[in-house]
């Protein structure tokens, strides 16, 4: 049995809870928790490139955001 390489946990249950084939080396929390982090890092940056904020104005960045945000779209709607 392996441990959590995030937390140290044995809670690994790969087949349960709508987990993938990836990241078998995290537990069950730090799974799903990794995909929220990541999710929220898509929104923020979102945030950042709106109209008006003074962090916009980098096209090229703005491109590679909304791919991100899009292809996380369709990555959660596949899940569920």
């Known amino acids: 049995m392996n441990a959590c390489t ?3 946990s044995f809670a690994i249950n790969p087949a349960w809870h709508g987990r993938d084939d990836s990241d078998l080396d995290l537990c069950d929390v730090c ?3 990794g995909r929220a982090e990541r999710r929220l890092s898509i929104l923020l ?4 490139i709106r109209p008006g904020h003074p962090g916009c104005g980098d096209l090229s960045r703005e491109q590679r955001v909304w791919a991100d945000f899009e292809a996380e779209i369709q990555r959660a709607a ?3």
């Open 6 to 8: 995030r937390c140290g």
């Open 31 to 33: 799974y799903w928790r």
């Open 45 to 48: 940056d979102i945030s950042m």
């Open 78 to 80: 596949k899940e569920e």
